[in-house]
């Protein structure tokens, strides 16, 4: 049982590359979200995705795209890489809304120099 | 919109000795208080969540206890271990709602 599957792991960008990561979860999930992790900054969320077909901004979205591919899979892109932008990655997924636990990935360490 | 506050951004125990961390929220209408576990370079993980009709939840060495007047909650752990030593976070969202805020962390470190 996989749960929430993250890739990749790790990354190093050059500022202004373009990568895309990429979250699939097999937990049969009607919500997603992506949150980056700073230090003493605990998680803030970038964008969420109610349910199939649907995403909205987080309290971070600037500087970030996503598409819900499917019910399984969620990603993030990040369209010009910037220095700010180095951070843990990490997609979760819930039933429904965030009333009820929420199951992280691995999480990726991003790197933009 | 709602703002979580955690305290301390440190803490330190003995090993058997009992840990408190507190969390203040701001938006009265949030509902479901959860608390997740962080060890080094893992991911996030539930250890106990509290609903806002119940004044304290206990799950073996942990509890949470909720004081809605003064929109604050609190972890307790209790004998505490070697192995409880991480990063925890405490969170407040409410019903219907998809912007979970998590307070900044609390890094425990037990001592044996």
């Known amino acids: 049982n996989a749960g929430v599957t993250q890739t990749p792991k790790f990354q190093v960008l050059k500022t202004g590359q373009s990568m895309t990561l990429q979250c699939a979860q097999d937990m049969n999930h009607n919500s997603m979200y992506w949150y980056r992790q700073d230090p003493g900054m605990g998680l803030r969320l970038i964008y969420y995705s109610a349910s199939e077909g649907t995403t909205d901004k987080g309290e971070v979205p600037n500087g970030y795209n996503v598409s819900r591919l499917n019910k399984r899979e969620f990603s993030l892109r990040l369209e010009s890489a910037a220095p700010s932008q180095t951070s843990v990655y990490f997609c979760a997924s819930s039933p429904r809304d965030l009333n009820t636990e929420a199951f992280f990935g691995q999480g990726t360490r991003l790197t933009v120099v | 919109g709602e703002n979580v506050e955690q305290h301390p951004s440190t803490l330190s125990v003995q090993e058997g000795d009992s840990a408190v961390i507190k969390c203040t929220y701001s938006d009265s209408a949030s509902n479901y208080f959860p608390w997740y576990k962080q060890e080094l370079g893992k991911r996030p993980q539930l250890i106990i969540d509290i609903r806002s009709n119940v004044g304290e939840k206990k799950d073996q060495r942990i509890a949470v206890t909720l004081n809605k007047t003064a929109k604050h909650f609190s972890l307790h752990i209790t004998e505490t271990q070697p192995e409880d030593s991480a990063v925890y976070f405490c969170?407040?969202?409410?019903?219907?709602?998809?912007?979970?805020?998590f307070g900044a962390g609390t890094r425990l470190f037990v001592k044996a």
């Open positions: 969170a407040a969202s409410l019903t219907g709602g998809f912007k979970t805020i």
